[in-house]
């Protein structure tokens, strides 16, 4: 399979360049996915005709640009999105982000970027020697089996025993909730990802988000049921805690950790009705003015 390409559109399609029609939304993809994980999610908001909408791949992940340090961190990545929003002419955006996009979408929204931001399931929310960093760390460094199995065999570990189940763990609340050809297209995120350990051992040396306070623009807290990544609410209580008059708080039932796949018309919902709240009116002209 080839490189992900980002994911822009314009009312319902790819613009030829960014040509300034519609609210700007940003969608920032988990650890170790792509811009993939946004596709049915994307179109949907496209097609409403209001918004402009764009997913890129992550530095270090599939389709993203090559990290040259060992090390990578949200400041890095946060630096890799921000230098697109400068080539679309984007100064502002409605910043969306899953799990370790999350934690890059507070980043962006520390440096000025957003206009709203709506973290689903966001990462980060730790202090520097939480015990949820640690468990999270191990949570990942467990699945290195399934990892390793996949970059030796690819889509042929897809037929080992228990190797789907395994596989959508962090994905999705049960393996019917991912389909055959999503699960093929996962796993060659998963296997273009040096980002796996680069991350990883970062994260052992840094904080999670610690300028929460800070947070200034309307903020929707975006929690999963059945999150088996980032359990709510003890990976959720740090940005309930810090946030500043945290406006919203959305629970969605009987999902994983990344909603697109299992529920990509509610997510899409839920980010229309936020965006749409906080986006002022388009003042009509009035005939003969």
Same mark, same amino acid.
Request: charge should be negative; include cysteine.
């Given at each position: ?8 559109l ?5 613009p030829g ?21 946004w ?17 890129? !791949?992550?530095?270090g ?9 060992? *090390? /990578? &961190?949200?400041? #890095? ?11 679309l ?25 957003a ?21 999270i760390?191990g949570?990942?460094v467990?699945?290195?089996p ?5 970059r ?19 994905? !999705?609340?049960?393996p019917?909730?991912?389909t ?5 297209? *996962? /796993? &060659?995120?998963? #296997? ?8 990883l051992?970062?994260a ?8 929460l ?21 003890r ?15 959305t ?39």
């Amino acid at each position: 399979m080839s490189p992900r390409e980002p994911i822009h559109l314009t009312n319902g399609r790819r613009p030829g360049g960014s040509d300034g029609t519609g609210e700007p939304i940003l969608l920032l993809h988990p650890f170790m996915m792509s811009s993939y994980v946004w596709t049915d999610v994307a179109q949907q908001l496209a097609d409403t005709g209001r918004y402009e909408v764009f997913a890129p !791949s992550m530095a270090g992940h599939n389709g993203g640009p090559r990290n040259r340090s060992w *090390i /990578l &961190d949200s400041k #890095t990545l946060a630096d890799h999105v921000e230098r697109q929003l400068d080539a679309l002419g984007w100064d502002t955006a409605h910043v969306v982000g899953n799990s370790l996009g999350g934690w890059v979408a507070f980043e962006l929204e520390r440096r000025g970027r957003a206009r709203t931001l709506t973290g689903i399931a966001p990462a980060g929310g730790w202090h520097r020697w939480s015990p949820v960093k640690y468990e999270i760390v191990g949570k990942f460094v467990a699945g290195l089996p399934v990892w390793l199995t996949a970059r030796l065999l690819g889509e042929r570990s897809l037929r080992l025993p228990g190797v789907r189940a395994a596989a959508t763990v962090p994905i !999705s609340a049960t393996p019917r909730g991912v389909t055959e050809v999503q699960l093929q297209e *996962i /796993l &060659d995120d998963v #296997t273009h990802c040096p980002a796996y350990y680069q991350l990883l051992i970062k994260a052992l040396l840094m904080p999670g988000l610690m300028e929460l306070t800070e947070t200034s623009v309307p903020t929707h807290l975006v929690v999963c049921e059945r999150d088996r990544v980032l359990p709510h609410p003890r990976f959720s209580n740090h940005f309930r805690k810090h946030i500043p008059d945290i406006e919203k708080v959305t629970e969605l039932d009987g999902v994983g950790h990344i909603p697109m796949f299992e529920a990509p018309q509610r997510v899409a919902d839920l980010i229309i009705e936020w965006v749409d709240a906080h986006t002022p009116p388009v003042r009509q002209v009035e005939a003969g003015a």
